[in-house]
């Protein structure tokens, strides 16, 4: 848990900073900078601003009400707290978790921000303090939680100084979003009580519904309206039939050994198993899911987000409040409900914009499962029932329809590919691969999923569904598989099925493209599942046999071989986001190393999560860069004012060669180091 330490303000409660005797007093006022983009120089580091991030603080300061849509990673954070860095007077911001809000309080003190933090966990003690410092003028970001604003007349209080009101992850407000949040629905007429502060909400999710949404129950006054491109490029999407989960999933987890990744899996009983089965491989690995008590959960998050704990595998109970920006890698070893909760869970991946790699494991099986968990409490009503396979649909079509997985996620959000103009045109011609440029960051980009040129898919598709027209629709697609493949059991040559002619007509294909097809036609609608007495069934559709009778289009990809155990990273197809464009050396990697033990030390110390002392990417380029002196370790990106003073000497000395362990040990916060 966060040091309750990192909430205090220090004009009460003075702190020795860490290691730094210079800056005992801060974090001191911020009004000297008023230019958004000085500020963004001097405090945060960055030499320039992210789309959008400009305008959305530009508003903000003309107090203008605002909409702000970027996807994960996008910079959101820094649209509100730019003005309080700024002296424009105090933003409050609304987040829904507790545990987030902690470490957003302990990330801006550590930039030199004067921020704090009300909630329900926050004692009495503190409380007072902040409300004194409150009082004084001397907080210029104060993170409330939902049920704090409505409980007590706090803006009015605020008012004289409320420069902004900022909701953070605004779709909570709408019940279209993946998370409603009930309190967040109550805020807006607290919010009328302080009319003249300008409203930004903050958000990742891009349909438009959501949008309106949220406009309209926070009460948006004919706001900007800055919604952002929603593709991500840092992140490789893969997608793959799944035939081997507890195999698959580790393929992934072993290409980053010792860093941060997620597995999503649908049920408990997955969960457990794959946890089970990453912990006996040796992964430092644990479950997450709603069956587990509270403060176990709140453990594994504790210890993911402070790097203490390299794998979590979870249901979707897991996500919200994951801050962690270094995780390399996000696996869904079940398919997702839909593209939405795919967008969301898969983005966690990269927040801090360097690779990472997202990859679904696609069983036909699992939408039927989803189906079977939607109707648990009796059957949907018409229209949730629809809109229900309309999502499975599309996020079965984007597991196996071998088109560019970058454009699927973008369009599906009603947004072109690629963003720059000279897109393709809306509806390429059946059968024919997309005329646009390879991504580069799509198995399919990358060349690993081949689609079948039309005529062969055409006849492909005909003759499994042939079969199962064969079969009568009373048989699951284990049979009608190994009928395909020409594997006859001793139930197939009972009833004589190895007589039939499509016995054995695929049987050069290999069980996984038969599989994988089998889950193409299902996506596609040729064939579906009819359930009965609790058994799957394989029929046919009106659409397959209009395929049979030549009417219609297909497509079919043929799955990727087998990974084997030994992986030729030379090969181009076997690109993983880890092959950065700049690969560290071998003796890099121990300098990045002992870099990464440094800043988990020193977070350990502060009881804060690493990643906000600095992001993979300043420890990267200090890695590369080897700079010798603090003027030269600021030219890093990412290093502002305050963090160069705080860490800059300890960090040169550890590039020095320093052991991390006695650098760390030979400063405490009674021993400030010497300059
Ligand atoms: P979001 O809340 O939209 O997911 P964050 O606010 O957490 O994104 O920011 C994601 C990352 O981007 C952070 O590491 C942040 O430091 C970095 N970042 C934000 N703005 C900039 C910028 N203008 N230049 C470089 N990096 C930035
Ligand atoms: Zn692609």
Redesign the pocket.
């Known amino acids: 848990m966060p040091n309750p330490d990192n909430q205090k303000l220090s004009p009460l409660t003075p702190r020795t900073p860490f290691f730094a005797p210079q800056v005992k007093n801060a974090p001191s006022p911020p009004s000297s900078h008023t230019d958004p983009l000085a500020a963004?120089k001097q405090i945060?580091g960055?030499d320039?601003?992210?789309p959008l991030?400009q305008q959305a603080v530009d508003a903000a300061m003309a107090r203008r009400d605002t909409l702000v849509v970027?996807p994960?990673?996008?910079?959101?954070?820094?649209c509100y707290q730019l003005p309080a860095a700024c002296g424009s007077g105090l933003v409050v911001v609304i987040s829904p978790l507790i545990a987030l809000m902690d470490d957003q309080v302990a990330a801006a003190r550590q930039l030199g921000l004067r921020a704090a933090a009300l909630h329900s966990h926050t004692d009495d003690r503190h409380r007072q303090s902040i409300r004194h410092d409150l009082r004084q003028g001397h907080v210029d970001l104060l993170y409330l939680s939902p049920e704090r604003l409505v409980m007590s007349d706090v803006l009015v209080s605020l008012s004289p100084r409320l420069a902004l009101l900022a909701v953070d992850e605004a779709h909570c407000v709408s019940h279209w979003g993946h998370e409603f949040r009930p309190e967040y629905r109550q805020l807006a007429p607290f919010f009328d009580t302080v009319p003249a502060c300008p409203r930004m909400a903050l958000t990742?999710t891009a349909t438009p519904r959501v949008q309106d949404d949220v406009v309209a129950m926070l009460g948006l006054r004919q706001p900007l309206r800055l919604v952002g491109h929603v593709d991500r490029p840092n992140l490789l999407y893969r997608a793959l039939p799944r035939q081997d989960q507890a195999r698959q999933v580790l393929d992934v987890v072993t290409r980053y050994p010792g860093q941060g990744g997620i597995v999503y899996a649908q049920t408990r009983a997955e969960v457990e198993r794959l946890a089970a089965s990453l912990a006996k491989a040796g992964i430092s690995c644990a479950p997450y899911h709603a069956g587990l008590d509270p403060a176990h959960r709140r453990k594994t998050q504790h210890d993911f987000v402070h790097e203490q704990l390299d794998v979590v595998v979870a249901t979707i109970a897991f996500g919200m409040g994951i801050?962690r920006?270094n995780v390399r890698f996000v696996v869904h070893a079940n398919t997702p409900r839909s593209i939405e909760h795919y967008q969301q869970e898969s983005g966690r991946a990269g927040?801090?914009?360097l690779p990472a790699e997202c990859v679904l494991l696609f069983s036909g099986g699992d939408l039927a499962k989803h189906r079977a968990m939607s109707a648990h409490d009796g059957p949907l009503p018409p229209e949730r029932a629809q809109a229900l396979e309309t999502q499975l649909h599309d996020i079965g079509l984007y597991a196996v329809a071998p088109i560019c997985r970058h454009r699927q996620l973008t369009e599906h959000f009603a947004q072109p590919y690629p963003s720059a103009p000279a897109a393709p045109p809306a509806s390429p011609a059946p059968n024919s691969p997309p005329a646009a440029d390879p991504c580069g960051a799509c198995d399919v980009c990358l060349g690993q999923v081949q689609e079948l040129p039309a005529p062969q898919a055409l006849l492909t598709a005909q003759k499994i569904i042939s079969a199962v027209w064969r079969t009568g629709g009373r048989f699951g697609r284990g049979y009608v598989a190994k009928l395909l493949l020409g594997k006859a059991d001793e139930r197939m040559t009972r009833r004589g099925h190895d007589q039939w002619r499509v016995f054995g007509i695929l049987a050069d294909a290999g069980p996984r493209a038969v599989s994988a097809w089998i889950d193409q036609l299902l996506v596609q609608g040729m064939l579906c599942v009819v359930v009965e007495d609790l058994m799957p069934l394989l029929a046919m559709t009106d659409a397959g046999r209009d395929l049979c009778r030549n009417i219609g289009s297909v497509r079919l990809s043929v799955p990727p071989p087998k990974p084997t155990r030994k992986r030729d990273r030379s090969r181009p197809d076997s690109r993983t986001p880890s092959d950065d464009p700049t690969p560290l050396a071998p003796a890099q990697q121990a300098t990045f190393d002992r870099l990464r033990l440094l800043r988990k030390l020193l977070a350990a110390k502060q009881s804060l999560p690493p990643y906000v002392i600095f992001?993979d990417s300043v420890l990267r380029a200090m890695t590369q860069d080897q700079p010798a002196s603090l003027p030269a370790l600021r030219s890093i990106?990412?290093i502002g004012d305050r963090k160069l003073q705080k860490y800059g000497p300890i960090f040169l000395r550890a590039l020095a060669g320093e052991d991390p362990h006695s650098l760390a040990n030979e400063l405490s916060p009674e021993s400030p180091p010497e300059e």
């Not at 994960?72 to 820094?78: A, D, E, H, R, V």
């Open positions: 963004l945060w960055h320039a601003f992210r991030q970027l994960t990673g996008g910079g959101k954070s820094l990742a801050d920006p927040r801090d914009g992001h990106r990412g």
